[in-house]
Nanobody, 120 residues
């Protein structure tokens, strides 16, 4: 019924930049908060950045000043601009959306994940 499709991951050198995108599609009535999480090998999944329907944002301390989350409500898409990337940013990045489907309930949905590797 609902799909979140991420794109934009890849291999980048330290200090480089990447832009992740996540498009939500399907029988969507409303999208509330959207966000990006990441999970490195052997670690728990953690929140990287979140954005509400009204555009308020929050960030993990480790990415403040380097990452920027934004959304295009007309396209049901959330973005994560990642600058000054560090090796410790290496992880699988997952998109998350808190949304309500048509004639259905409100729930959390996840993308399939996209790999980001920061290495020289």
């Amino acid at each position: 019924q609902v799909q979140l499709v991420e794109s934009g991951g890849g291999l980048v050198q330290p200090g480089g930049s990447l832009r992740l995108s996540c498009a939500a599609s399907g029988r969507i009535a409303s999208i509330y908060a959207m966000g990006w999480y990441r999970q490195a090998p052997g670690k728990q999944r953690e929140l990287v950045a979140g954005i509400t329907g009204g555009g308020s944002t929050n960030y993990a301390d480790s990415v403040k000043g380097r990452f920027t989350i934004s959304r295009d409500n007309a396209k049901n898409t959330v973005y994560l601009q990642m600058n000054s990337l560090k090796p410790e940013d290496t992880a699988v990045y997952y998109c998350n959306a808190d949304l309500k489907v048509r004639f259905g309930v409100r729930d959390d949905y996840w993308g399939q994940g996209t790999q980001v590797t920061v290495s020289s």
